[in-house]
Nanobody, 122 residues
Framework: EVQLVESGGGLVQAGGSLRLSCAASGFTFDDYTIGWFRQAPGKEREGVSCINSSGFNTYYADSVKGRFTISRVNDKNTVYLQMNSLKPEDTAVYYC???????????????WGQGTQVTVSS
């Protein structure tokens, strides 16, 4: 079965850093775009960052560009999201997801992890 498992969330102060991990199994990992999405209470789910199957092309939301870095290690079926200079508005549940399409919109992502909570205090 397709599985995506996020880890690495936690509580940090503004300006701090976290590295999120997404471990995948049950599919051919290097055939898929992997995205990080987040959802805060009362808000729409938004695309944070996505990386294509080879890792050559990446996307970042304007709100995180320059602060977050997405990467993947295909041999380990793992995608990372390095989050630096965190802000309180980054607080959300972060999900990783897989898609056959090289875009960063949630509607084309079929397989989702359970999410990991990121809380940034002021």
């Amino acid at each position: 079965e397709v599985q995506l498992v996020e880890s690495g969330g936690g509580l940090v102060q503004a300006g701090g850093s976290l590295r999120l991990s997404c471990a995948a199994s049950g599919f051919t990992f290097d055939d898929y775009t992997i995205g990080w999405f987040r959802q805060a209470p009362g808000k729409e789910r938004e695309g944070v960052s996505c990386i294509n199957s080879s890792g050559f092309n990446t996307y970042y939301a304007d709100s995180v560009k320059g602060r977050f870095t997405i990467s993947r290690v295909n041999d380990k079926n793992t995608v990372y999201l390095q989050m630096n200079s965190l802000k309180p508005e980054d607080t959300a549940v972060y999900y990783c997801a897989a898609s056959r399409f090289s875009v960063c919109t949630a509607d084309v992502y079929d397989d989702w992890g359970q999410g990991t909570q990121v809380t940034v205090s002021s």
